[in-house]
């Protein structure tokens, strides 16, 4: 129902070396990584009630996980 869109600015606050690295790879202008792993994913649903009508009776049903609540970004 909703969805998340949009560019990523990965900003890894760490001090493991190996995400470090991965930061500088990502956030190089010339980078090939920087467009596959910066990506705005939905991180938090929520559920949905909706009403079904068969045959002239109404049903309600609850949805899970339908609604895009929040959205954050990923390697």
């Not at 909703?2 to 991965?22: H, P, S, V």
């Not at 956030?27 to 596959?36: A, L, T």
């Amino acid at each position: 129902m909703n969805f998340c869109d949009g560019e990523c600015n990965m900003q890894i606050e760490t001090n493991d070396r190996d995400a470090l690295i991965l930061q500088d790879k990502i956030n190089h202008p010339e980078s090939p990584f920087r467009r596959r792993l910066s990506c705005c994913i939905p991180i938090r649903w929520s559920s949905v009630e909706i009403v079904e009508i068969r045959n002239g009776t109404e049903f309600n049903r609850i949805l899970e996980n339908v609604k895009v609540m929040e959205c954050g970004c990923v390697i």
